[in-house]
């Protein structure tokens, strides 16, 4: 979490394309910065078969060449024998265009319209840098918070608060009309009945403190594999914060979306926990002529300081340092690591690697 911080986002396209914008030009989170195209699927049609032909037979029989466009159920070969007694016409399954003809095989592949790709700034601010025909790099300064998961993929809205404090659950209850389009707020864990509710009414999405496994598992119709989210088609994007079970959302945390409540946010629920970790987020950015609170030093890890676990097996626990021990020691992995002694706040003494901790900002 940080109350204002600089905010860098590069926007790639999976392919190769055009960029709309130039370094220096000032976007919102909706504005296209690249566009391409995708192609489109490919369909083979067993002409051979479909004329009862020899292979070698195809390309005489065609009436579409490669390169020619066709349409749905347009006949692309005919043939004919026994003075037109006997004829037969192969049919194209789809829209397109011919990809390909083999004699080799007797089959055509017919290829679908290509996929037109959009790619948005996602946050308002300013274009810092081209990657050339693949997009570019959008800047701005905002407040930021970090989830330890997430589901579903880049959404805006409107922030709005549901709850009245951080340790309220979000039920359905609090979830009306007026959160179509709305980043909802709540407090502790969130029922099953609240984020269906979210859905029904076209909510953004959804941020809360927790949410019980099998709630989510429900919610999602199978069990979340998490290593890597994002792509999941459920309505909305949520972000939980603080981790699995009846956890209430971190004060400060609550504090500073509160503070952002009626502004416009940009979120994430993207998730990787492995190597090149991808957090879940929420982006509110700071108008240009608005005063920007100062970016906060970088804190050090030290006795004291409040964390988060964010590996298996505690994934999402909360605690404070007891311990930074100089000395390397041994792991499950038989590797040698410089690890901390963590106090949960559940009470259990815990020794984990230093690189499976975050510092939470106090």
Not at 285 to 304: D, N, Q, R
């Amino acid at each position: 979490m940080a109350e204002s911080t600089t905010i860098r986002k590069q926007r790639r396209l999976p392919l190769t394309g055009q960029v709309k914008v130039a370094v220096g030009d000032v976007v919102a989170a909706e504005d296209v910065v690249a566009e391409t195209a995708l192609p489109g699927n490919v369909t083979t049609v067993n002409i051979a078969g479909e004329l009862n032909i020899n292979t070698e037979e195809v390309p005489r029989l065609m009436l579409k060449s490669e390169g020619d466009s066709v349409q749905a159920r347009e006949p692309i070969a005919e043939h004919k024998a026994l003075w037109g007694i006997f004829h037969a016409v192969s049919r194209s399954p789809m829209e397109g265009t011919v990809e390909n003809i083999s004699p080799v095989t007797g089959q055509v592949l017919i290829r679908g319209p290509a996929v037109p790709v959009e790619l948005t700034a996602y946050i308002d601010g300013t274009v810092v840098e081209v990657l050339g025909d693949e997009g570019a790099v959008v800047e701005c300064q905002g407040a930021l918070v970090q989830g330890i998961i997430g589901i579903g993929g880049e959404a805006h809205g409107e922030v709005m608060i549901a709850v009245d404090h951080p340790a309220q659950p979000l039920t359905a209850d609090l979830i009306a009309e007026d959160c179509r389009d709305k980043l909802i707020v709540g407090g502790a864990q969130v029922t099953l009945g609240a984020l269906q509710q979210a859905c029904e009414v076209r909510a953004a999405g959804v941020v809360v403190g927790a949410i019980d496994a099998a709630v989510l598992d429900d919610f999602l119709g199978e069990t979340l594999g998490v290593a890597i989210t994002g792509d999941e088609n459920v309505g909305i994007t949520l972000i939980i914060t603080e981790g699995f079970g009846e956890l209430p959302m971190a004060q400060g945390t609550f504090d500073l979306l509160t503070a952002h409540a009626s502004e416009h946010a940009s979120l994430n629920g993207a998730t990787q926990i492995r190597a090149g970790v991808i957090r879940p987020e929420v982006i509110i950015t700071y108008p240009s002529s608005a005063e920007v609170p100062p970016e906060p030093t970088i804190a050090e890890l030290s006795v004291g300081s409040r964390v988060r676990l964010i590996r298996e097996p505690y994934f999402g626990v909360l605690g404070t340092i007891t311990a930074l021990p100089e000395e390397l020691q041994k792991i499950q992995t038989e590797s040698l690591v410089r690890v901390v002694h963590v106090r949960s706040d559940d009470g259990n003494e815990l020794t984990v690697p230093r690189a499976n901790i975050e510092l939470i900002q106090q």
